[in-house]
C-alpha cells in the first residue's frame, strides 16, 4: 500500500469518510468516486494512494480500530475499578452509540463480511479478536471468573450480536448488565 504518502489529516478524512459512507449504507461497500466525494478527494488521489478497494478498506479498519483500541485500552487503565466496571465501559464503548462508535461498527462490519472471502483479511480479524480477547480476559481473571477465556469469548460474541441490535434496533435493545450478569461470578 502507498497511502503513507497521503498527509496524516487527508487519510484520516478517507478513513472517516468510508466510515460514514457504510454506515449510511449499512456495510454496502461504497465505490471509489464515491468515497472520493465525502472525503473531498480525487478519485485519482484515491487510486493513486490505494491501489484496490481492498488497500483502502483495510487502511481504514486499521484506523478505526486504533481510534477505538485507544479509548478502550484508556478505560481499561482507569484506576480503582472493578472488573465488572471495566468490562461494562469496555463493551460500552464497543458499541454503536454515536456516530464515531456507529462508523467504527460499519467499517467493522464490512471488514467481517471481506474477511469470510479473503485470507489476508482473516488473519487481520483474527488478530484484532485476540486483542479483545486479551484485554477481557484479563478483566475476567481479575474477577476469578473459573474461566476467563471462555468468558472471554462468549463475551466477544455477545458484543458482536449487541453491536448488530444497537445498529438496527436501536441502543434500547441492547442490555449490558444482564449479560455481565450472567458471565460474572462476583
Request: charged fraction near 30%; hydrophobic fraction near 45%.
Given at each position: 500500500m502507498?497511502?503513507?504518502w497521503i498527509p496524516d489529516?487527508?487519510?484520516?478524512?478517507?478513513?472517516?469518510?468510508?466510515g460514514r459512507l457504510l454506515m449510511r449504507g449499512h456495510g454496502t461497500f461504497p465505490g471509489m468516486r464515491e468515497?472520493?466525494?465525502?472525503?473531498?478527494?480525487t478519485t485519482g488521489t484515491l487510486q493513486h494512494h490505494f491501489g484496490t478497494k481492498d488497500d483502502l478498506l483495510l487502511f481504514a479498519l486499521e484506523h478505526h480500530c486504533r481510534r477505538c483500541a485507544d479509548r478502550l485500552r484508556a478505560r481499561s487503565e482507569e484506576?480503582?475499578?472493578?472488573?465488572?466496571?471495566?468490562?461494562?465501559?469496555?463493551?460500552t464503548e464497543l458499541l454503536p452509540l454515536d456516530e464515531e462508535r456507529a462508523a467504527e461498527t460499519s467499517v467493522a462490519k464490512a471488514f467481517v463480511s471481506r474477511a469470510t472471502t479473503d485470507p489476508g483479511f482473516?488473519?487481520?480479524y483474527r488478530a484484532q479478536r485476540k486483542i479483545l480477547l486479551d484485554l477481557l480476559g484479563?478483566?475476567?481473571?481479575?474477577?476469578?471468573t473459573p474461566d476467563p477465556l471462555a468468558a472471554a469469548a462468549i463475551l466477544a460474541q455477545a458484543v458482536?450480536?449487541?453491536?448488530?441490535?444497537?445498529?438496527?434496533?436501536?441502543?434500547?435493545?441492547v442490555e449490558v448488565d444482564a449479560v455481565l450478569d450472567r458471565l460474572l461470578v462476583a
Open positions: 502507498r497511502e503513507r489529516a487527508r487519510r484520516n478524512a478517507v478513513a472517516d469518510a468510508v468515497i472520493a466525494a465525502e472525503a473531498g478527494v484506576g480503582a475499578r472493578s472488573p465488572r466496571q471495566t468490562l461494562s465501559a469496555i463493551v482473516a488473519a487481520h484479563e478483566q475476567f481473571e481479575r474477577a476469578n458482536e450480536g449487541m453491536r448488530t441490535d444497537c445498529l438496527l434496533l436501536g441502543p434500547d435493545a
